[in-house]
């Protein structure tokens, strides 16, 4: 089945550092992924959409110069969270859909644990 | 914003029982998913029920959706100790081919005591 790899796991970084968080499709091909920030406890919040060889689109209310999203190819994307800071220790999780397919079902990353001291 | 609403937040039952949760959301859905997850880790996908279907099993799985009341249930049948984690409804509001955006709930944590 459908498999996205998301890395790292868990990140520890100081506070005002740039932390980055890949998302792989491992075998299709995704025009389309997304980016969800959830805080324990709670559910997952859609942050953004990143779109290969365009722009991502924003949720209202999440920062576009602080979430930088980079959807260089079919298979990857990146969300770069700039100038961290302790508030912005989070778990966040990519998935993605199969764009050969009509399938409307999304693969998950298993998320990365981003912590900012 | 959230569309779904999962209730309870939380459920504890004996292993053997069965066991509910109930989702209700905002708006029309193109389909409604419930995910699984797992304390500190991804999403795994259960099951998928479009908006013109009623019921859909997958194994001790059952889902039903009801449209009118905008509502939809996830049983699952026997339960195990092994399926303690979070339950997420998600829907999906897509209505063209480029249209793709899951909205979750907040999800019912579900412990199956052995």
């Known amino acids: 089945g459908a498999v996205v790899s998301q890395h790292p796991s868990r990140v520890i970084c100081k506070s005002g550092t740039s932390v980055k968080i890949e998302c792989r499709s491992l075998?299709?091909?995704?025009?389309?992924m997304f980016w969800y920030r959830q805080f324990p406890k709670q559910s997952l919040m859609l942050m953004a959409t990143?779109?290969?060889?365009?722009?991502?689109?924003?949720e209202q209310g999440v920062e576009k110069d602080k979430f930088l999203i980079n959807h260089a190819s079919l298979t990857l994307s990146t969300l770069t969270v700039t100038s961290a800071h302790p508030e912005d220790s989070s778990f966040y999780i990519c998935?993605?859909?199969?764009?050969?397919?009509?399938?409307?079902?999304?693969?998950f990353g298993s998320g990365t644990r981003l912590t900012v001291v | 914003s959230q569309q779904g609403e999962e209730d309870p937040q939380a459920l504890s039952i004996q292993e053997g029982e069965n066991a509910t949760m109930n989702c209700s959301y905002k708006?029309?859905?193109?389909?409604l998913q419930w995910y699984r997850q797992n304390s500190g880790r991804g999403l795994v996908h259960l099951i998928l029920?479009?908006?013109?279907?009623r019921e859909k099993h997958s194994g001790r799985l059952r889902v039903t959706l009801d449209t009118s009341k905008k509502s939809s249930s996830l049983l699952i049948t026997a339960s195990r100790a092994a399926d303690t984690a979070s339950y997420f409804c998600?829907?999906?509001?897509?209505?063209?081919?480029?249209?793709?955006?899951?909205?979750f709930g907040k999800g019912t944590k579900l412990s199956v005591i052995p």
């Open positions: 708006t029309s859905i193109n389909n």
């Open positions: 075998d299709f091909q995704a025009t389309t």
């Open positions: 998935s993605a859909r199969d764009k050969g397919t009509m399938s409307r079902r999304y693969t």
């Open positions: 990143s779109n290969e060889g365009s722009k991502a689109t924003y």
């Open positions: 029920i479009r908006s013109n279907e």
């Open positions: 998600a829907t999906d509001a897509g209505s063209g081919a480029g249209s793709y955006k899951l909205t």
